[in-house]
């Protein structure tokens, strides 16, 4: 039985995006059930498939895991090829850190900023809360390239857990147009060249549904043409 992953809108659900790109970039098949927020019956048919009402939400048969870095987690078990997480022990607990650090904080970056993919790229102004968090994801992204991402052109080198769980950082920096150092803008190029980045942002485009709390000029909503 193949996968199913029950996600929000790709414009704006940073979330859903995580365990999406994860599974897209380390080919694993799934199926994809979309749920716009906005729906009226989203949290009657998100409650289907998890206690929280909230996306996203992976289901393999009779087991529901409801929750972006569990899903990781999850997968990271069941596909061990995937390579999901590093080899090396103290890589991998350092990448597992940062993830953690991801999913707990940076509030101030994820008010000020939502993901918005079309949104045109352009600066925002930014409060000295959200450039503390500027601030220390772009000493952790060049931090992590320096000592522990050779191989390739991601935080440990091949794409893994802590790529995906940075990702939407990723989209909110370019949207924004916020200022960071070289290593952490080669960075973002890389995640941003992935294919699994392209496919997810041409469907976002696509959406007809806007959610003003999550259009940062609102009640003008900006769309790249």
Known sequence: MALTLVIGNKNYSSWSFRPWIALKVAGIPFEEVLI??????????????????????????????????AILEYLAEKFPTAKLWPSDPAARAHARAIASEM???????????????????KPHPLTDAVLENVSRIDALWADCRARLGAGGPFLFGAFG?????????VSRFHTYGVDVGSPARAYMA????????????????????????????????????
């Not at 857990?161 to 950082?169: E, K, T």
């Not at 003003?212 to 790249?224: N, S």
């Open 36 to 69: 716009s927020l906005e729906a009226k019956d989203f949290k009657e048919r998100v409650l289907k498939v998890s206690g929280t009402g909230k996306v996203p939400v992976l289901v393999d048969g009779q087991t529901h895991i409801w929750e972006s870095l």
């Open 103 to 121: 999913h707990a904080g940076f509030q101030p970056l994820r008010n000020a900023c939502p993901m918005n993919l079309w949104r045109p790229a």
């Open 190 to 225: 890389a995640v941003m060249a992935l294919p699994a980045w392209a496919e997810w942002r041409t469907a976002a485009l696509k959406e007809p549904w806007v959610l003003p709390k999550d259009e940062p000029d609102w009640p003008t909503v900006l769309r790249v043409q």
């Open 161 to 169: 857990a802590a790529d995906a769980m940075y990702a939407p950082v």
